[in-house]
Each structure stands twice: as C-alpha cells, then as structure tokens.
C-alpha cells in the first residue's frame, strides 16, 4: 500500500485522501469531483472561522504532546517497578509527540499567515445607493 508525501508541509497521507491538511491538492480531478477545493476551502471562510480552526488545532496538538508526556511516565514508572515490557509502549507512543508537533507546527504557521495579512487587508467602506 503505497502512501503520499506532502511536497509542501511533508505529512504522510493515505493514498485515497485527495488533499492534506495543509490544504495541497494531491489529484486536482478527483478533489474537483468530491468537491474538494483545496486552499480555496479556507479562503471562503471569515478570518474569524481560520483563527478558531487554527487555534482549535493548535490545542489539539499540545494536548497529544501531553498525552505523550503521560504516557511515557507512566510506561517509565512501570518499567522501573520491575515490568520491561513497558519500554515497547513507550517507543511506540513517540508517534503521539510527532503527530502533536506537526499540528502545533501548522497551526503556528497559519495563524502566522493570517497575522501577516491582517494588516494588509482593506478597510471595509460604506457605499451609499
């Protein structure tokens, strides 16, 4: 089973997922079919809506670095209590610190983006019929 690399943020995905997360379009023909617009889906929210999914995201991520923190101490102290096959548990929870990071990571860099171009946007008038 083969898996796709993002070229852009470098996430592995499943082979059928037509976008990442970050938003790259793998196969722009059947995202277009399954309605999938890409980063196009994000632009069309409010920059409200971006800073609440990035924030969520953000929160997300550190509560699975915690996870992992938890885990791995507690899979420690029962391999220090005598029990070694704890240390299995505890180099496998190491994809829970990977998966944390990367969303902390991306979430960091879209609300990065978005702070970037707060200032930049145009201040709304009010036309007059």
Known sequence: MSVRRCPECGTVNRPTVPTCECGFVFDAAAAQALGVSGRSALSDETIEDQKHYHMHRLTIGWMTIAGFVLVLLTCLMLFVLGS???AFPAAGSVALLVK???????????????????GKLPKARLLKR
């Open 100 to 118: 944390g990071v990367r969303m902390v990571q991306t979430s960091n860099r879209g609300l990065l983006a978005i702070a970037e171009n707060d």
């Open 84 to 86: 070694p096959i704890m």
